[in-house]
Structure formats: C-alpha cells, structure tokens
Nanobody
Framework: QEQLVESGGGLVPAGGSLRLSCVLS????????VAWFRQAPGKEREFAASISRSGSNTYYAESVEGRFTISRDDAKNTAYLQMTGLKPEDTAVYYCAAGSRLTASRIPTLAAQDAQDDLDHWGQGTQVTVSS
C-alpha cells in the first residue's frame, strides 16, 4: 500500500527552525514529484513548495521563499522541508503530497481542489505552531 507519512512538526518560538520529513512507502520516491502544502485554521490549504523528480528544480510560494528549503533523498525514500526564520503566520498543519501526473512547476498554479485531485498521495499532516 502506497503511503506518505510526515513527521517533525512541533512548537517553536518565532525565529526558530524545524525540519519536516515525509516518507513514502510502497512506491519509489524517484518516480514522483513532491510538494508541501499547509493549512492554517479557518483557511484554505495552500501551496508551500515543490521539487522535481530529479531534485534539480524547486518552487516556492512567495510567503516562504528564502526561508524554506525543500529537498529529497531518494535513497531513503524521504523528502524534507527545512524551515528557518519561522513566523507566527507559518502556524499550520503541513501536508506532504506526491504524484506522477504533474510536473513540479505545475503544482504552484493549481487551485486547492485541483491539487487534492491531481496529486496521487497525501500524508496525514503534521502540526507546526510558531509562538510569538
């Protein structure tokens, strides 16, 4: 069974850092693009970052550009989201998603429902809370 599992969330003070991990089981990570989304309370899920199959191309939402870094280690079947300079407005549930039907460059352009439909796998989410 193909499954994504995130970990690494927690409570951090503003300015702190966290690294989220996303492990894919049942499928080779190298066959999919990977993305991170986040959903704050009362808000729609939004794109944060995506990475191509090769890892050579990465894309970021303007709100996280320069602070977050997405990466992948296909040997470990794991993708990461390194978050630095965290702000209270980064507080959200963070979701990892993966798929083979899209390019990493296409993902930032998708509406929330289209991303939900077009990405094959979604994790259960991990809570990130940034205190002020």
């Amino acid at each position: 069974q193909e499954q994504l599992v995130e970990s690494g969330g927690g409570l951090v003070p503003a300015g702190g850092s966290l690294r989220l991990s996303c492990v894919l089981s049942g499928r080779t990570l190298s066959s999919v693009v990977v993305a991170w989304f986040r959903q704050a309370p009362g808000k729609e899920r939004e794109f944060a970052a995506s990475i191509s199959r090769s890892g050579s191309n990465t894309y970021y939402a303007e709100s996280v550009e320069g602070r977050f870094t997405i990466s992948r280690d296909d040997a470990k079947n794991t993708a990461y989201l390194q978050m630095t300079g965290l702000k209270p407005e980064d507080t959200a549930v963070y979701y990892c998603a993966a798929g083979s039907r899209l390019t990493a460059s296409r993902i930032p352009t998708l509406a929330a429902q289209d991303a939900q439909d077009d990405l094959d796998h979604w994790g259960q989410g991990t809570q990130v809370t940034v205190s002020s």
